[in-house]
């Protein structure tokens, strides 16, 4: 039989009788403990040899336990110095430190650990050592001078050790290599090392030398080294992702800037001028000339509606109104200002229903930051102009564009927005959470909105944000987790958003 070097040698330093570990058959083959390893796997297959496997727990002192069991534990140094300095007595804590010689993290180490282990109380300042205690018993320092000469310990005492960070636990595979009867058929048959190549070369093929040689097998399976190139952020591509679902429902993209006017961001909306959003608190006001290039008749009709209402029950808010602070330039808080646009025709003409457009954009909130908030996020806007739209349009046009994610259970509350009615929030239930989360807000646009811009029909719009999104698809619970410098580096490197 013609085997590779490698598995030859294996082959002669293994026994019939005996285990052999890896670790053994490496020294006595002097080869690498990975080319033992793979020679073993190839053998096992060969069926000539038989591998057990065990695994091993060893356990490594950390550089404060190396030091500990060098010097004293900081509690039995604590111990000593008051023995010392107060003869027995109760001794004023700085005294003690002092004399100990403990410094920075140590005190508080040693102060925790000598009330534990009752070497003596701490009360008022004052320590007082336990006569009876005796430091020379102490389970956890003979523990450490133990594992220093290499001897094992008892389990609980380990566990205190590592609680306290002063040793590591490792676990290790042990592969134990024994000859099968075929092994040793083979070996009273005579096995030889047979010259293997992994590649083809020209030489090979021109020399004729081919014929002979044996060539190594491909493991396919091996454990290779990870790759990592760039890759699209997981928001990207769930932003892609929605962009191609709302593109298959039949809506067009709007685009439209991110420091925009006060008109379109709230006017527009028929939020007063006075709302609490939008105060400074609130906005990210920009010291930028204002904004020129509004329709002057569009301005009026706004105005119009803010002062005196819409139609003829309509009622205005009579709070002043100021065009001066309609054309002051702000961040966008949401993306419903390019619906305005789009809307009143100011950027691809009138426009007839039916009609649908969407925008994956960002938007920016002077919010205070916790798990769920951001200054900035991404959201998801939409709306659908048309003749006749009704709650159940809208309802059903959340189900359809969330099941393209597998979410299935959307729910609905009532809620308030100035610019429309009736108004519902949206909610998803957390899949590992449980929890309901909020994810989007929409609407049917009043006529004190519309009407303004020119819109004679209905049109049905909502805000959802991108985040919250892929929070229901994949379960974190942190908005940090995909923003910002606090990134859960393995969710963006191993999340791959199905198409
Ligand atoms: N602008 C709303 C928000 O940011 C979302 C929304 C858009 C609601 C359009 C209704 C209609 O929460």
């Not at 991110?258 to 001028?273: G, K, Y």
């Not at 009704?390 to 059903?396: A, E």
């Not at 229901?472 to 191993?494: A, K, P, S």
Request: aromatic share 8%; proline share 5%; glycine share 8%.
């Amino acid at each position: 039989m013609r085997l590779p070097e490698s598995q030859v040698a294996v082959l002669n330093a293994a026994s019939a009788t005996d285990e052999r570990t890896i670790a053994q058959l490496a020294e006595a083959t002097d080869q690498k403990p990975e080319t033992v390893t793979g020679a073993v796997f190839d053998l096992r297959d060969e069926g000539l040899v038989s591998v057990t496997e065990t695994t091993a727990e060893s356990v490594e002192l950390t550089d404060e336990g190396v030091q500990y069991a060098e010097e004293d534990l900081p509690e039995v140094r604590l111990y000593r110095a008051a023995l010392d300095v107060g003869d027995g007595d109760a001794v004023p804590m700085g005294q003690v430190i002092g004399a100990s010689s403990l410094g920075g993290p140590q005190v508080d180490i040693a102060l925790s650990n000598f009330a534990r282990k009752g070497y003596g109380t701490i009360d008022s300042g004052e320590l007082a050592p336990d006569a009876d205690a005796d430091p020379d018993a102490d389970e956890e320092a003979a523990a450490l001078a133990a594992l220093a000469a290499g001897e094992s310990v008892d389990a609980d005492v380990l566990d205190q050790l590592e609680s306290r960070q002063l040793v590591v636990r490792h676990e290790r595979t042990i592969r134990a290599v024994t000859l099968t009867d075929e092994g040793v058929t083979a070996l009273m048959e005579g096995v030889e090392a047979a010259e293997t190549v992994d590649r083809l070369t020209p030489e090979l093929l021109t020399s004729g030398e081919w014929e002979d040689v044996e060539f190594t097998e491909y493991n396919v399976e091996a454990d290779a080294p990870e790759a990592r190139g760039g890759k699209k952020h997981i928001l990207r591509q769930t932003a892609d992702r929605v962009k191609d679902v709302l593109t298959g429902m039949g809506f067009a993209e709007m685009e439209g800037p991110h420091a925009d006017a006060d008109f379109w961001i709230n006017d527009c909306l028929f939020m007063p001028q006075d709302h609490p959003a939008r105060t400074h608190w609130d906005r990210f006001a920009l010291d930028v000339p204002p904004m020129e290039d509004i329709p002057e008749d569009l301005i009026d009709r706004v105005r119009d509606a803010h002062l005196n209402g819409v139609g003829e029950d309509g009622d205005g808010y009579h709070s002043p109104w100021s065009e001066d602070f309609a054309r002051a330039i702000a961040l966008r808080g949401h993306t419903t200002s390019l619906s305005m646009r789009y809307l009143s025709g100011h950027e691809v003409g009138e426009l007839e229903p039916p009609q649908r457009y969407f925008s994956v954009e960002k938007v920016y909130r002077n919010d205070t930051l916790d798990p769920t908030h951001l200054l900035e996020f991404y959201q998801i806007e939409g709306w659908v102009m048309a003749e006749d739209l009704s709650v159940r349009d809208l309802m059903g046009t959340f189900e359809e564009f969330y099941s393209h994610f597998g979410i299935t259970d959307i729910q609905f509350k009532p809620h308030y927005n100035p610019y429309t009615e009736p108004s519902f929030e949206l909610f998803g239930r957390h899949p590992e959470t449980g929890e309901l989360i909020e994810i989007g807000n929409s609407g049917m646009f009043r006529e004190e909105v519309l009407r303004p811009l020119g819109v004679e029909c209905d049109v049905m719009a909502w805000g959802l944000a991108l985040e919250r999104l892929l929070m229901l698809m994949y379960g974190f619970d942190d908005i940090r987790d995909v923003h910002g410098t606090l990134c859960d580096l393995d969710l963006l490197r191993e999340t791959e958003v199905l198409k």
